[in-house]
């Protein structure tokens, strides 16, 4: 049967370029692409749909839509999804299209360093062996931009945890070097899958730009929040307060560790006080943990006065996590899950070093996150939710 059916795509995918002549190919490669992609989840589970086995590694679990642009237009793949412990991604998105993202990411990557149009041709031409004109190159940005903005005003749904985090860029304004702020929210659904929920480049003042952010996600459908982790970004929280207020806040307890350096008065101390830290944060439960606060303050008082007043005074916000499930509080204490994240950013933004204007950066990191994004939700889940 399987065969039969494989045989089935094949034929339809052959007679469509039959019917269709050189027109038809888009539709003919999402056939194969499609059939392909099964085919593999199949393997990766070690069972044919609604075959039982006890090989059998997980499930099917339907499929996600994904438009991915190629050199034969838009084509809209139907991407298999699995369930239970088994982490898959279909080969063929990522093997199959490499020259694309290729050439997206060369064209974003050249354009934030604000060269002229005939070198990005050059680039491209060495980089994937196309010969395109500059035209060429200003229209495919053009549907780059286009793109990207569709996936960054998408609609959003309920998710259970939020992280947010800021990052800063150097962008080029009226001659003069400015740090431009790049803010990313990361979401956690019902389901315990992650996905990049939104990201925006602006000058603007922080708390302004904070809101609008926030705005705006809850503007695409963001709803059912329940538990916010965030770092101490100026003007966040003010526009929490805003926008979700009375939802229970986590700060980051690894920068909240690095934050407490800067009131430590010698150098000889801050092993010894990151120690301590750490210790209230390994606690059992909250009580044991106000309590070892409580012990940690009251230790600096006299050595480190302000270290003291500051931890007191602090620490609390860095203590919110113990309301979670204990299953998940490894991995909300902090703002650690952005990290590939921000990696992955630096790795591409150092490249360029000095970007041109808020655009060219927005364009860029947008082009990561998605990519980022799709592997996600498409993979296994982040967090097991348990009644």
């Known amino acids: 049967m399987t065969h039969q059916n494989e045989n089935s795509q094949n034929n339809s995918a052959v007679q469509h370029i039959l019917d269709n002549g050189i027109e038809g190919l888009g539709e003919a490669l999402r056939l194969v692409i499609d059939q392909a992609m099964k085919i593999e989840r199949s393997q990766v589970l070690q069972a044919q749909p609604h075959e039982r086995t006890d ?6 679990n339907g499929f996600k839509g994904k438009t991915v642009s190629t050199r034969l237009g838009q084509i809209r793949f139907a991407v298999p999804q699995v369930r239970g412990e088994v982490d898959f991604y279909p080969s063929a998105l990522t093997k199959g299209l490499r020259s694309e993202r290729a050439l997206t990411l060369a064209i974003a990557e050249m354009y934030v360093q604000g060269v002229s149009t005939r070198k990005v041709t050059a680039v ?14 200003s229209r495919a940005t053009a549907e780059l931009d286009e793109e990207l903005a569709l996936w960054r005003l998408r609609p959003l749904g309920q998710f259970k945890y939020l992280i947010l985090d800021a990052r800063y860029e150097k962008v080029r304004l009226a001659g003069t070097v400015r740090s431009c702020a790049v803010l990313i929210a990361l979401g956690i659904d019902p389901e315990g899958k992650r996905s990049v929920l939104g ?18 996600l ?9 538990f916010i982790v965030r770092d101490d970004h100026a003007g966040l929280h003010a526009a929490l307060a ?32 990151a120690r301590d830290i750490r210790s209230i944060f390994n606690a059992s439960d909250l009580a044991e943990a106000q309590r070892r606060l409580q012990i940690v303050a009251k230790k600096y008082q006299e050595s480190a006065p302000k270290l003291s007043q500051w931890i ?17 509080r490894k991995k909300l204490r902090t703002t650690n899950s952005l ?20 655009k060219s950066l927005e364009r860029l990191v947008t082009a990561l996150l998605s990519e980022i994004s799709d592997e996600w939700e498409t993979g296994k889940i982040y967090l097991t939710m348990k009644n």
Request: with cysteine; aromatic share 6%; net charge neutral.
């Open 124 to 137: 491209l031409e060495a980089l994937c062996g196309l010969d395109i004109s500059s035209t060429q190159v």
């Open 312 to 328: 007191e005074a602090n620490a609390p916000e860095a203590l919110t996590v113990f309301s979670l499930p204990e299953a998940h």
């Open 55 to 60: 090989q059998r590694r997980g499930y099917a």
């Open 218 to 226: 809850q503007e695409r459908g963001l709803h059912g929040v329940e």
């Open 242 to 273: 805003a926008r979700l207020p009375g939802v229970p806040c986590q700060r980051c307890q690894f920068h909240f560790q690095q934050n407490a350096m800067a009131h430590v008065p010698q150098i000889h101390l801050r092993e010894e006080v």
């Open 199 to 216: 990201v925006s480049a602006k000058l603007s003042e922080a708390e302004v730009h904070w809101r609008d952010f926030l705005a705006s």
């Open 339 to 358: 990290e590939r994240l921000n990696k992955e950013i630096k790795r591409r933004t150092r490249v360029a070093t000095l970007f041109p204007n808020e």
